[in-house]
T-cell receptor, first 114, second 113 residues
Framework: GAVVSQHPSWVICKSGTSVKIECRSL??????MFWYRQFPKQSLMLMAT?????????EQGVEKDKFLINHASLTLSTLTVTSAHPEDSSFYIC??????????FGPGTRLTVT | AQKVTQAQTEISVVEKEDVTLDCVYE???????LFWYKQPPSGELVFLIR??????QNEISGRYSWNFQKSTSSFNFTITASQVVDSAVYFC??????????FGAGTTVTVRA
């Protein structure tokens, strides 16, 4: 149980285009979803927290207009990187939180912007 | 403010050696949870253990063991008789009342055959 999927697992896009990453909780309902970014050889940095049906809460320094988060249902959250640039290339990981405050992590999405 | 410090950036051992990963944390909350995760080269985080602040019992799971010492705000992790498959980045993390996880910088463990 407690499986979280992410799609796509990797994506290459051209500079200036937008990319959408999906995060799904497959066998449970997620009250809260979290999005992290991880640069090579660095730790995970929380980008934003989203609750179903509410606007996401972004961490300091994260541009909300660039990283659009939609949490449309208790099993799906999406992160859209708008007008991507090479510096947005990173490993993006989502986690889904349950009513008992456990977080389950997705396998991550590797984004490369050329 | 919460903070997790993993002072060891990289550790390299020969197979069958024991390796201990240090984790020191800071929090003002009285109730909190500590975690260890493993991140192999594939990138997917693997949950290893969760410990709440009221449970200071040490835990052993196979070749893994954890030493939680509230007095020194430490939650160290030992791999006994390391194997090549243990090569990965290991993260210590802290979660307090705001539900967010704060990760340490990670320790890269390389086990050589």
């Amino acid at each position: 149980g407690a499986v979280v999927s992410q799609h796509p697992s990797w994506v290459i896009c051209k500079s200036g285009t937008s990319v959408k990453i999906e995060c799904r909780s497959l066998d449970f309902q997620a009250t809260t979803m979290f999005w992290y970014r991880q640069f090579p050889k660095q730790s995970l940095m929380l980008m934003a927290t989203s609750n179903e049906g509410s606007k996401a809460t972004y961490e300091q320094g994260v541009e909300k207009d660039k990283f659009l988060i939609n949490h449309a249902s208790l099993t799906l959250s999406t992160l859209t990187v708008t007008s991507a640039h090479p510096e947005d290339s990173s490993f993006y990981i989502c986690s889904a939180g349950t009513f008992s405050y456990e977080q389950y992590f997705g396998p991550g999405t590797r984004l490369t912007v050329t | 403010a919460q903070k997790v410090t993993q002072a060891q950036t990289e550790i390299s051992v020969v197979e069958k050696e024991d390796v201990t990963l240090d984790c020191v944390y800071e929090t003002r909350d009285t109730t909190y949870y500590l975690f260890w995760y493993k991140q192999p080269p594939s990138g997917e985080l693997v949950f290893l253990i969760r410990r709440n602040s009221f449970d200071e019992q040490n835990e052993i799971s196979g070749r893994y063991s954890w030493n939680f010492q509230k007095s020194t705000s430490s939650f160290n992790f030992t791999i006994t008789a390391s194997q090549v498959v243990d090569s990965a980045v290991y993260f210590c993390a802290l979660r307090s009342n705001d539900y967010k996880l704060s990760f340490g910088a990670g320790t890269t463990v390389t086990v050589r055959a």
